[in-house]
């Protein structure tokens, strides 16, 4: 990975930690990871909290070595050769969830957008019993909303909201 790649990729994560921690879907507890390019070893932080994470604290993690909190990241690598970020949080809607993603920006809007997704069912569900859609039509909307410029734009909106 050059050094260009590396930095941008270092800062993406912290962002992407920032964000995560002012949208108030973390605690202290929470983790990112980020696959090296190589694949054989992952990008990770420290036992602290997102919100106090820099950008020199990063380190590289092969896949077999113990590291507290790494063992959920490892083993989704090594099962999912076509992930390329995890974020484990502990949001308050969907706690008991992790988000799987093709980068850090990715993993980070996908878990505002899960969170989010959460806190309208369980307010639907205080009107009356939802109507689900079929997962068909479901996956049809999700590809066609979910696009890589989709990402982009959540993440800057996002990232201009952490530079207030």
């Given at each position: 990975?050059?050094?260009?790649?590396?930095?941008?990729?270092?800062?993406?994560?912290?962002?992407?930690?920032?964000?995560?921690?002012?949208?108030?879907?973390?605690?202290?507890?929470?983790?990112?990871?980020?696959?090296?390019?190589?694949?054989?070893?992952?990008?990770?932080?420290?036992?602290?909290?997102?919100?106090?994470?820099?950008?020199?604290?990063?380190?590289f993690?092969?896949?077999?070595?113990?590291?507290?909190?790494?063992?959920?990241?490892?083993?989704?690598?090594?099962?999912?050769?076509?992930?390329?970020?995890?974020?484990?949080?502990h949001?308050?809607a969907?706690?008991?969830?992790?988000?799987?993603?093709?980068?850090?920006?990715?993993?980070?809007?996908?878990?505002?957008?899960?969170?989010?997704?959460?806190?309208?069912?369980?307010?639907?569900?205080?009107?009356?019993?939802?109507?689900?859609?079929?997962?068909?039509?479901a996956?049809?909307?999700?590809?066609?909303?979910?696009?890589?410029?989709?990402?982009?734009?959540?993440?800057?909106?996002?990232?201009?909201?952490?530079?207030?």
């Amino acid at each position: 990975m050059s050094d260009e790649t590396y930095n941008a990729v270092k800062r993406d994560f912290i962002t992407a930690l920032r964000i995560i921690y002012r949208e108030g879907l973390s605690d202290a507890f929470a983790h990112l990871s980020a696959r090296s390019n190589d694949g054989n070893e992952m990008l990770f932080m420290p036992r602290k909290s997102p919100a106090l994470v820099q950008r020199d604290e990063l380190f590289f993690v092969d896949f077999d070595k113990a590291v507290p909190q790494s063992s959920l990241h490892q083993a989704i690598y090594k099962a999912r050769a076509d992930v390329k970020a995890v974020f484990h949080f502990h949001s308050p809607a969907v706690v008991l969830l992790s988000v799987v993603g093709q980068s850090i920006r990715e993993v980070c809007m996908l878990g505002l957008f899960l969170e989010e997704s959460a806190r309208l069912q369980s307010e639907a569900m205080q009107i009356g019993t939802p109507i689900f859609m079929e997962r068909d039509e479901a996956e049809k909307i999700a590809k066609r909303t979910f696009k890589p410029t989709s990402t982009e734009r959540a993440w800057d909106h996002c990232a201009a909201k952490r530079a207030e």
